[in-house]
C-alpha cells in the first residue's frame, strides 16, 4: 500500500476553543467503562444495529455503528462514560489478508456511535471490516473505495432508494438489492418518518410522534432493527442525503413542518434531529460545521457533496431542505406543502426563492464549471425531490405542488442554466420523495414542452411508503409529456449501470411491501446512450 491505513477521531472545523477543547478531552479519554472478556463477558450483544459504511471518496471511507445497551426500553443511552471500542479491517472477509486494526471512541454524547475515518487506503478496492467490544463483535461489512479521479473505470453500478414508512410494509426490498452486485446505494431522503402511527397500519412504531432526541434515536433504532436493511448497510458504502421526515414533515429551513408538537421550538427540535441523524449515518465528523453544540443555534450541518468515480462520473449529492425558503400561497397561510394555481400565486416566480439556498446553487454552480474542464462522462444529481413540472390540471393551465422542485421555479430555471452554461456533460438527476416511479426528460425550460432536452431523470417508488394508484396516471402523462413512464402503485428501488458508451436502469419492485417475504420482478427497463438525453424503454 502507498500510506498505512489511519484512523481519525472526530474533527470539526473551525471549532471555538471551547469546543475544541471538549471534543479533545472526548476523543481522548481513558477507557472508562469496560469489560474483562474473562471476568465479566458481555451478556447482550451491543452491535445489534449492525455495521454500516459511507461518504467514500479514493483513499477513504467512514466506517459506523452504535453500541446499544441490554435493555430494549432504554435505547437512547449505552453508558454515562464513553467507550473503546477495537476495529479490524483487511481485504479478505476472514480477516488474514492485509488485517489491520486499532481503536476508536464511542462517545456517550453522541449515543454510542462510531464514526470511524479510514484514511490511507487503495484507490478502487474493496475491503472487509468489523468492530469488537470485549467477547461481543459486530457483523462483517463490506466497503470500497472511489477509483482515482484520473482513472479509466469501465463501469459503475449503484441503486437508488427513499421513503422506508415503518407502518406502511417491510423493507424486503433490501434483501433483494443485496444480490444487486452494488458499487455504491444512493439513499435520497426519508430514512425515517416521525409520524406517530397510520391508517390500516402493517405494523406500528414504538414511541409515538418524535420529538426529543430520545424520540429520535429509538425511532432510528427500530429502523435500524430491520434486518434487511442492515444486510445492505453491510454490502457497500451508501452517500446519504436526507428530506423532510428526519425532522418534521414540509419543514422548510427552519420553519417548521405539519407534523408533531407545534408548541415545540422548532429550531431546537431540528438540532435533536440534526444530531440523531449524524449519529446514525455513516458521516464525516466535518458535516458538523460547529460541532453538536453548534445546531442548537441553527448551525450548518453540511452534508451537501460531491465525489468523482474515475473519468466516468461526478456524483453531486445535494441538500433541498435545510436552506430552502419556505412554500408560498398555502391555504389559509399554513405551515408545510399543498397544491397551488401558480397564476394565482404572486410569489411563484419570485427570482429570490431558492430550494438549495445561495450557497449551495453557487457551489454547484461551480462544481459544473469545473466539470467542464474535467469532462467526466456522466454528471448524477443526487436529490430528493422530483425534477421536472408535474401538473396535474388537465388541459389549460397549471395545479402544482408547492413542497417540490415546482414549488421553487426560479430555483429551478437557474439550475438548467448552469448546466447548459457550463456545457455540463449527459445529467443524470436521480430523485425521491414523491413515492411513485417517474421517467423521464430535464428540459431547459419546465414550462415549456418544446424546449431543448438537456438531461435525463429518474425518480424513485420508495421503499414502502403509500401512493395514490395508478387510476389518472395516463392523463397525467399525457399532460407532462417529458416523462415517458410512470408508475404509482410498486415499491421498490431503482438501478442504474453506467458505462462510458450509455445507462442502463430498471425500476427494481416487490409484490407486497405488507409481507415479511417477497418477491422481487423489474417493472421497466430503460437506456441513455451517452451524448444524447433521451431515455428510451427497453422493456
Given at each position: 500500500?502507498?500510506?498505512?491505513?489511519?484512523?481519525?477521531?472526530?474533527?470539526?472545523?473551525?471549532?471555538?476553543?471551547?469546543?475544541?477543547?471538549?471534543?479533545?478531552?472526548?476523543?481522548?479519554?481513558?477507557?472508562?467503562?469496560?469489560?474483562?472478556?474473562?471476568?465479566?463477558p458481555?451478556?447482550?450483544?451491543?452491535?445489534?444495529?449492525?455495521?454500516?459504511?459511507?461518504?467514500?471518496?479514493?483513499?477513504?471511507?467512514?466506517?459506523?455503528?452504535?453500541?446499544?445497551?441490554?435493555?430494549?426500553?432504554d435505547?437512547?443511552q449505552?453508558?454515562?462514560?464513553?467507550?473503546?471500542?477495537?476495529?479490524?479491517?483487511?481485504?479478505?472477509e476472514?480477516?488474514?489478508v492485509?488485517?489491520?486494526?486499532?481503536?476508536?471512541m464511542?462517545l456517550?454524547?453522541?449515543?454510542?456511535?462510531?464514526?470511524?475515518?479510514?484514511?490511507?487506503?487503495?484507490?478502487?478496492?474493496?475491503?472487509?471490516?468489523?468492530f469488537?467490544?470485549?467477547?461481543?463483535?459486530?457483523?462483517?461489512?463490506?466497503?470500497?473505495?472511489?477509483p482515482h479521479?484520473?482513472?479509466?473505470?469501465?463501469k459503475?453500478?449503484?441503486?437508488?432508494?427513499s421513503?422506508?414508512r415503518?407502518?406502511?410494509?417491510?423493507?424486503?426490498?433490501?434483501?433483494?438489492?443485496?444480490?444487486?452486485?452494488?458499487?455504491l446505494?444512493?439513499f435520497l431522503?426519508?430514512?425515517?418518518?416521525?409520524?406517530?402511527?397510520a391508517?390500516?397500519?402493517?405494523?406500528?412504531?414504538t414511541?409515538?410522534?418524535?420529538?426529543?432526541?430520545s424520540d429520535?434515536?429509538?425511532r432510528?433504532?427500530?429502523?435500524k432493527?430491520?434486518k434487511?436493511?442492515?444486510?445492505m448497510?453491510a454490502?457497500?458504502?451508501w452517500?446519504?442525503?436526507?428530506?423532510?421526515?428526519?425532522?418534521?414533515n414540509?419543514?422548510?429551513?427552519?420553519?417548521?413542518?405539519?407534523?408533531?408538537?407545534?408548541?415545540?421550538d422548532?429550531?431546537?427540535?431540528?438540532?435533536?434531529?440534526?444530531?440523531?441523524?449524524?449519529?446514525?449515518?455513516?458521516?464525516?465528523?466535518?458535516?458538523?460545521?460547529?460541532?453538536?453544540?453548534?445546531?442548537?443555534?441553527?448551525?450548518?450541518?453540511?452534508?451537501?457533496?460531491?465525489?468523482?468515480?474515475?473519468?466516468?462520473?461526478?456524483?453531486?449529492?445535494?441538500?433541498?431542505?435545510?436552506?430552502?425558503?419556505r412554500?408560498?400561497?398555502n391555504?389559509?397561510?399554513?405551515?408545510?406543502?399543498?397544491?397551488?394555481?401558480?397564476?394565482?400565486?404572486?410569489?411563484?416566480?419570485?427570482?429570490?426563492r431558492?430550494?438549495?439556498?445561495?450557497?449551495?446553487?453557487?457551489?454547484?454552480?461551480?462544481?459544473?464549471?469545473?466539470?467542464?474542464?474535467?469532462?467526466?462522462?456522466?454528471?448524477?444529481?443526487?436529490?430528493?425531490?422530483?425534477?421536472?413540472?408535474r401538473?396535474y390540471k388537465?388541459?389549460?393551465?397549471?395545479?402544482l405542488?408547492?413542497?417540490?422542485?415546482d414549488?421553487?421555479?426560479?430555483?429551478r430555471?437557474?439550475?438548467?442554466?448552469?448546466?447548459?452554461n457550463?456545457?455540463?456533460?449527459?445529467?443524470?438527476?436521480?430523485?425521491?420523495?414523491?413515492?411513485?416511479?417517474?421517467?423521464?426528460?430535464?428540459?431547459?425550460?419546465?414550462?415549456q414542452?418544446?424546449?431543448?432536452?438537456?438531461?435525463?431523470?429518474?425518480?424513485?417508488?420508495?421503499?414502502?411508503?403509500?401512493?395514490?394508484?395508478?387510476?389518472?396516471?395516463?392523463?397525467?402523462l399525457?399532460?407532462?409529456?417529458?416523462?415517458?413512464f410512470?408508475?404509482?402503485?410498486?415499491?421498490?428501488?431503482?438501478?442504474?449501470?453506467?458505462?462510458?458508451?450509455?445507462?442502463q436502469?430498471?425500476?427494481?419492485v416487490?409484490?407486497?411491501?405488507?409481507?415479511?417475504?417477497?418477491?422481487?420482478?423489474?417493472?421497466?427497463?430503460f437506456?441513455?446512450?451517452?451524448g444524447?438525453?433521451?431515455?428510451?424503454?427497453?422493456?
Amino acid at each position: 500500500m502507498k500510506n498505512s491505513i489511519t484512523a481519525l477521531h472526530p474533527t470539526f472545523a473551525n471549532p471555538s476553543r471551547r469546543e475544541l477543547l471538549k471534543w479533545a478531552v472526548a476523543a481522548s479519554a481513558p477507557l472508562t467503562y469496560s469489560f474483562s472478556a474473562a471476568q465479566t463477558p458481555l451478556k447482550h450483544n451491543p452491535f445489534s444495529l449492525g455495521v454500516a459504511s459511507g461518504s467514500p471518496n479514493y483513499h477513504s471511507v467512514v466506517l459506523w455503528t452504535r453500541l446499544m445497551p441490554p435493555e430494549a426500553g432504554d435505547l437512547d443511552q449505552f453508558s454515562s462514560s464513553n467507550v473503546t471500542v477495537t476495529w479490524e479491517v483487511a481485504d479478505d472477509e476472514l480477516f488474514k489478508v492485509n488485517r489491520r486494526s486499532g481503536q476508536v471512541m464511542a462517545l456517550a454524547a453522541l449515543a454510542n456511535s462510531v464514526h470511524l475515518e479510514l484514511e490511507g487506503l487503495q484507490s478502487d478496492r474493496w475491503y472487509f471490516y468489523r468492530f469488537q467490544l470485549e467477547n461481543a463483535q459486530s457483523t462483517v461489512g463490506r466497503t470500497r473505495t472511489l477509483p482515482h479521479p484520473n482513472a479509466v473505470v469501465q463501469k459503475l453500478r449503484i441503486a437508488y432508494a427513499s421513503c422506508q414508512r415503518w407502518e406502511h410494509g417491510y423493507f424486503s426490498a433490501y434483501h433483494h438489492m443485496c444480490q444487486e452486485n452494488l458499487d455504491l446505494v444512493l439513499f435520497l431522503g426519508d430514512y425515517i418518518y416521525e409520524y406517530a402511527g397510520a391508517a390500516n397500519a402493517v405494523r406500528l412504531p414504538t414511541g409515538g410522534w418524535v420529538n426529543s432526541l430520545s424520540d429520535y434515536r429509538n425511532r432510528y433504532a427500530l429502523h435500524k432493527s430491520e434486518k434487511s436493511l442492515q444486510a445492505m448497510h453491510a454490502q457497500c458504502p451508501w452517500l446519504i442525503t436526507w428530506d423532510d421526515h428526519e425532522v418534521s414533515n414540509d419543514y422548510a429551513g427552519l420553519e417548521r413542518g405539519q407534523s408533531g408538537n407545534i408548541s415545540f421550538d422548532f429550531s431546537a427540535q431540528r438540532a435533536r434531529a440534526y444530531q440523531a441523524f449524524y449519529e446514525h449515518m455513516p458521516l464525516r465528523a466535518s458535516a458538523l460545521t460547529r460541532a453538536i453544540e453548534g445546531l442548537a443555534t441553527g448551525a450548518e450541518m453540511r452534508i451537501y457533496g460531491q465525489v468523482a468515480y474515475g473519468q466516468l462520473a461526478n456524483i453531486y449529492l445535494l441538500d433541498d431542505r435545510q436552506y430552502r425558503d419556505r412554500q408560498v400561497c398555502n391555504k389559509g397561510l399554513g405551515y408545510g406543502s399543498g397544491w397551488v394555481d401558480p397564476d394565482q400565486c404572486e410569489a411563484w416566480l419570485d427570482p429570490q426563492r431558492t430550494l438549495l439556498g445561495m450557497a449551495q446553487e453557487k457551489w454547484l454552480d461551480q462544481s459544473f464549471a469545473k466539470a467542464h474542464t474535467e469532462q467526466r462522462t456522466w454528471n448524477i444529481l443526487s436529490q430528493q425531490s422530483l425534477f421536472g413540472r408535474r401538473d396535474y390540471k388537465l388541459g389549460a393551465g397549471y395545479y402544482l405542488w408547492n413542497d417540490g422542485w415546482d414549488g421553487y421555479s426560479s430555483a429551478r430555471q437557474r439550475m438548467t442554466k448552469s448546466m447548459q452554461n457550463h456545457a455540463l456533460n449527459n445529467p443524470v438527476l436521480i430523485g425521491g420523495d414523491i413515492h411513485e416511479n417517474w421517467v423521464g426528460h430535464v428540459m431547459a425550460d419546465a414550462y415549456q414542452d418544446d424546449s431543448a432536452t438537456i438531461g435525463v431523470e429518474f425518480c424513485g417508488a420508495g421503499i414502502t411508503a403509500r401512493s395514490a394508484g395508478n387510476s389518472k396516471l395516463a392523463a397525467r402523462l399525457a399532460e407532462n409529456p417529458h416523462f415517458i413512464f410512470a408508475d404509482s402503485e410498486r415499491k421498490g428501488y431503482g438501478v442504474v449501470e453506467f458505462t462510458a458508451k450509455q445507462i442502463q436502469t430498471e425500476l427494481r419492485v416487490v409484490d407486497d411491501v405488507r409481507q415479511r417475504q417477497t418477491k422481487i420482478e423489474t417493472l421497466a427497463k430503460f437506456t441513455v446512450e451517452a451524448g444524447v438525453p433521451q431515455v428510451q424503454r427497453t422493456a
